[in-house]
């Protein structure tokens, strides 16, 4: 088997690293918008009919769109598995919390319409918004702690610590990359609403995705700052093994002040990374409001990726630091799965991911087209 294993060991690890970002990237990019939408749901619907057109703009497509963050964690479990047990161990709160949210999703669509109570509309309404903005948010902050360094810690066994608290998540920067996390899903949703309707949801989508467009950009770059001028990065100093098993106790890593921007210093075309976040929000709100809300989705796409790229690119190799004891953070290097292990996975994403993207395509392209009062009167399947 050895033999047919055509890429080494360094390369199949380099391989997932992206794949894993590239499935974040499609979770933030498909259920983003669904979930933006529901975070504004409230703002935009002024009656329960236009809450209805919000809701149906999403209905059919939201369950496909989150089968990227089971492929994300999937992915996790079995190419870095030290990186799953680390992270739901140590963060199962705040993931409990996230599921919660994500849960009152699926109950609130096919609830929501079964009676006709306004108080029983509204309940599920707020159920929805709370599905919208919690998990956005919270994954927000948990990318924000990573920067920090997560508090934990491996001991000789390599069994993993956590040497903090759920509320100690919550401190500024943290919070701050939740909201750019939040501001980002609802441009990306407003730009989706205004995509699915017309008349005055139109304009409120395209309004909505204005201001946080602007939003994301000003605390995004608040965040950078943040980086570049007040917080430590890591930095490998010996030991990183790229073609060696997975142990990160080998490794001896240091903190240094704006660490985190050395690889945009060391590969100058990297910085293409986070200008296209900007550039993509902005090119956004140019397309909406010139008419044009289709190519407005993709640059507020491209925009989502460029965010989340720059986090990416910022902390690679390392996964998940630890501020508690830095040389127990997992780099790519030092936590992945075996060299045959990230073979056969790499041999199965092969195949079924292109599968996955034309299935998810055809069902789009099924599915174009307004959402309007007439249709969810009509549709005897309507949310």
């Known amino acids: 088997m050895e033999k047919i294993m055509f890429l080494d060991y360094e390369t199949m690890r380099f391989i997932w690293w992206g794949l894993l970002g590239a499935l974040m990237i499609g979770f933030a990019i498909m259920d983003g918008f669904d979930m933006g939408i529901a975070a504004i749901l409230g703002w935009a619907g002024r009656n329960d009919t236009e809450r209805r057109i919000i809701i149906n703009t999403v209905g059919p497509v939201w369950e496909g769109n989150q089968a990227w963050l089971v492929l994300a964690a999937g992915a996790m479990f ?3 598995p030290l990186l799953y047990a680390v992270t739901f161990s140590g963060l199962y709160v705040a993931m409990f919390l996230v599921l919660l949210a994500l849960i009152l999703r699926p109950v609130g669509f096919k609830f929501r319409s ?3 109570n306004p108080r029983w509309r509204a309940l599920w309404d707020w159920a929805l918004i709370i599905g919208g903005v919690v998990p956005p948010l919270v994954f927000g902050v948990a990318l924000g702690n990573v920067l920090l360094g997560i508090p934990f810690h491996l001991d000789d066994d390599l069994r993993s610590f956590y040497d903090g608290s759920f509320f100690g998540l919550f401190t500024p920067f943290p919070l701050l990359c939740g909201f750019v996390s939040l501001s980002m899903v609802i441009m990306h949703g407003g730009v989706f609403l205004a995509l699915k309707t017309e008349g005055e949801l139109e304009v409120r989508g395209r309004r909505a995705a204005s201001v946080a467009a602007v939003v994301m ?3 995004f770059s608040l965040a950078g700052l943040w980086v570049a001028f007040g917080m430590h990065g890591y930095v490998i100093t010996e030991g990183a093994g790229h073609f060696a098993p997975s142990n990160p106790l ?3 890593v240091v903190l240094e002040k704006g660490a985190w921007l050395n690889n945009y210093g060391a590969y100058p075309w990297t910085i293409g990374v986070p200008v296209i976040g900007y550039l993509g ?4 709100v140019a397309f909406l409001h010139l008419g044009h809300a289709g190519w407005a989705w993709i640059a507020s796409a491209f925009s989502v990726a460029g965010v989340v790229g720059t986090f990416g690119v910022g902390t690679f190799p390392f996964i998940l630091p ?17 060299h045959m292990t990230l073979f056969l996975m790499l041999l199965a994403t092969v195949v079924f991911l292109p599968l996955v993207i034309a299935y998810t395509g055809w069902v789009y392209r099924v599915l174009r087209g307004k959402v309007t009062a007439d249709d969810i009167t009509r549709s005897e399947s309507a949310y």
């Open 114 to 116: 079964k009676l006709t």
């Open 217 to 219: 950009l000003v605390l």
């Open 322 to 338: 630890s501020a508690t004891d830095p040389r127990s953070s997992l780099t790519i290097w030092d936590s992945s799965s075996s």
């Open 250 to 252: 080998v490794k001896i």
């Open 281 to 284: 929000a902005v090119m956004a």
């Open 78 to 80: 079995a190419a870095f």
